[in-house]
T-cell receptor, first 113, second 111 residues
Framework: SQTIHQWPATLVQPVGSPLSLECTVEGTSNPNLYWYRQAAGRGLQLLFYSVGIGQISSEVPQNLSASRPQDRQFILSSKKLLLSDSGFYLC????????????FGPGTRLLVL | RKEVEQDPGPFNVPEGATVAFNCTYSNSASQSFFWYRQDCRKEPKLLMSVYSSGNEDGRFTAQLNRASQYISLLIRDSKLSDSATYLCVVNRYSGNTPLVFGKGTRLSVIA
C-alpha cells in the first residue's frame, strides 16, 4: 500500500532563516506531487505541483520554491522566511490517472517568529 | 466568482440530526468531485467521491447537479465523531489536473 511521509512535523523558525520541508511517497511510482499551505482558519492554497522529476509548476508568486530531485521526493524550500509563511504545509500525491483521488501527508506545522 | 464556494458554517447540530452541506463550483469543465473531511490540526482525508448518479456510503449521501454546478453532502443520524470540517473538492479541468479545494464547512455535533 502507498504511504506518504512529511518531516518535520512541527518547526519554529526565525524570520529570515532558510526552510526545507521534505515529502516522500512509498509504494507507487511516478506520482503527481503537490504542496499546499493552509493558514490558520483558512482554506488550502496550492503552492506547487509536479508531474515528474525536475518538473515543477508554481501556482502563486511567493518566496518559496520546490524541487523534485527523485521520483518520490518533493522538497519545499525558502531562502528567507517571512512571518506570512507561517501555516500548515501539506504534501499530497495522486497516481496521475484520470479522476484520481488526492492523498495527503500528515503535514508540517510551521511557525515563523 | 470563486472556483469552489461553501458555506463556512459552523453548523451546530444535536446527535441524531440530519445535516446537509452545499457547494457550488464555477468551472463547467470540472469532471471530478469529492468530499474530504479535515479534523482539527490534521490533514484532509477523502470522505467520498461524488458521481453523476449520486452515491451513498452508510449515513453519507453525495449528490451532483452538473447543470447547476452544485454538489451536496447529506449526513444522517449525526454522531459526535462526525464533528469536523468538510471540504468540497473539484478538479480544475478534465483529466490529470490539480484539485481545487473549498474553504470548508465546519460541523459540530453536540451531545
Amino acid at each position: 500500500s502507498q504511504t506518504i511521509h512529511q518531516w518535520p512535523a512541527t518547526l519554529v523558525q526565525p524570520v529570515g532563516s532558510p526552510l526545507s520541508l521534505e515529502c516522500t511517497v512509498e509504494g507507487t511510482s511516478n506520482p503527481n506531487l503537490y504542496w499546499y499551505r493552509q493558514a490558520a482558519g483558512r482554506g488550502l492554497q496550492l503552492l506547487f505541483y509536479s508531474v515528474g522529476i525536475g518538473q515543477i509548476s508554481s501556482e502563486v508568486p511567493q518566496n518559496l520554491s520546490a524541487s523534485r530531485p527523485q521520483d518520490r521526493q518533493f522538497i519545499l524550500s525558502s531562502k528567507k522566511l517571512l512571518l506570512s509563511d507561517s501555516g500548515f504545509y501539506l504534501c499530497a500525491w495522486t497516481s496521475g490517472r484520470l479522476e484520481e483521488t488526492q492523498y495527503f501527508g500528515p503535514g508540517t506545522r510551521l511557525l515563523v517568529l | 466568482r470563486k472556483e469552489v464556494e461553501q458555506d463556512p458554517g459552523p453548523f451546530n447540530v444535536p446527535e441524531g440530526a440530519t445535516v446537509a452541506f452545499n457547494c457550488t463550483y464555477s468551472n463547467s469543465a470540472s469532471q471530478s468531485f469529492f468530499w474530504y473531511r479535515q479534523d482539527c490540526r490534521k490533514e484532509p482525508k477523502l470522505l467520498m467521491s461524488v458521481y453523476s448518479s449520486g452515491n451513498e456510503d452508510g449515513r453519507f449521501t453525495a449528490q451532483l447537479n452538473r447543470a447547476s454546478q452544485y454538489i451536496s453532502l447529506l449526513i444522517r443520524d449525526s454522531k459526535l465523531s462526525d464533528s469536523a470540517t468538510y471540504l468540497c473538492v473539484v478538479n480544475r479541468y478534465s483529466g490529470n489536473t490539480p484539485l481545487v479545494f473549498g474553504k470548508g464547512t465546519r460541523l459540530s455535533v453536540i451531545a
